[in-house]
């Protein structure tokens, strides 16, 4: 499918490639090098203090084997380690070779090496056996992911029994005013800065679909539930612009009807 749209610099329609998720890791890689720029540009840099929350629904106990899916270029990770002394070791798993490039040289600046590992692998199939993981994090990548039910499922088995997902990802606030604003910006603003800074007008057109159309609150919690979790928390950020999803992978199963023959 195609869609029209107009350069910001020449006023010029243009007709492109609509966005899918289908292989969207390809896109993270042209946009690598800017990508925290314009993640802290385009957020009004709210998107570190939105990271710095994820760290409160860790769960209990010390020696925490952390798993950061959709890592990216590791601002999670980094946030997470260094907002939590309870991270024994850190994995980051991405797609996208380029954003992990970007990620190894932000964990060796921060010191984060000796603890910390990146991987390149598909969130819809996970390199880790069963039960491997007391804490899963993703940030903004969910949404990103073709086969949303089938990741959260590899999320679920991954986890150790009473571990936890802990998923932050773009909604849209309840408040009609702030959403007509928000949708304003979203939808008019945001794609001219990011196409502009980084040449990829596709990237910014993209991201604003995608948040549009995907799923939150409640019926993203419904998605948690199928995927075998628990949902023990759902947190809205900045007017809900962006909400915090945690499930718990309950230690015994949670499905079948519990029924005896
Ligand atoms: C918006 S970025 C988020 C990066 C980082 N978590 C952050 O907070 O900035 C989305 C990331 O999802 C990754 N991604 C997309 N599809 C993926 C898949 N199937 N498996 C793993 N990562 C994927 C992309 O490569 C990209 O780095």
Redesign the pocket.
Known sequence: MHTQITHPESGLNEMVESPT?H???R???RIARR??LL?RLLSFGR?VAW?KQVTEFLPEGDRLQLL?????????LISVCHGSGRIENATG????EK?LRVGQKKIVRERLNDKSSLVR????SLPFTDNSFNAIT????I????DVPK?LREMTRVLKPDGRAII?EFSLPKNRLMKRLYLFYFRHILPRVGSLISGDAYAYRY?NQTVESFPYGQEFCSMMEEGGMKIVGLKELTFGVASIYTGEKPATKLFGSGKRD
Request: negative net charge; without cysteine; hydrophobic residues 45%.
């Open positions: 998720r292989e969207s890791w896109m993270f890689d990508y925290d993640n998107d990271r950061d899916l959709a890592t990216g270029t590791t601002d999670l798993l991405d797609m996208a954003m692998s598909d969130a819809q993703i940030a903004f990548g949404r990103n992911i073709p990741a932050l991201l």
